[in-house]
């Protein structure tokens, strides 16, 4: 079992940024392949992240490539999301998410791929 708590959201004005945090506990961080994820009111939660488990490999939603950073510190058992130029449709709740061992066929984008989520963080980023 392990434990995933997001930190770091807030308001921000359009084009301003933020870093969320996700800290675990509990089964060894370095072997999950984590995640970012979000969900806007009336809309479902969409893939905007994720990192394997070594920093190795990184990979974006399009919508937010260029502008969002995904990192990991597995000293730290924490994985860090950089959002810039933040834009008003970005505004959600953001989650973070670990996937125990992800295979080589690993479906990052995929919800029902990972195994622990945390509670989630709101980010509101006014125009």
């Known amino acids: 079992q392990v434990q995933l708590v997001e930190s770091g959201g807030g308001l921000v004005q359009s084009g301003g940024s933020l870093r969320l945090s996700c800290a675990a506990s509990?089964?060894?961080?370095?072997?999950?392949?984590m995640g970012w994820f979000r969900q806007a009111p009336g809309k479902e939660r969409e893939f905007v992240a994720a990192i394997s488990w070594n920093g190795g490999r990184t990979y974006y939603a399009d919508s937010v490539k260029g502008r969002f950073t995904i990192s990991r510190d597995n000293a730290k058992n924490t994985v860090y999301l950089q959002m810039n130029s933040l834009k008003p449709e970005d505004t959600a709740v953001y989650y973070c998410a670990g996937d125990f061992w992800p295979s080589s066929t690993w479906h990052y984008t995929a919800v029902g791929s990972y195994d622990y989520w945390g509670q989630g963080t709101q980010v509101t980023v006014s125009s």
């Open positions: 509990g089964r060894s961080f370095s072997s999950y392949g």
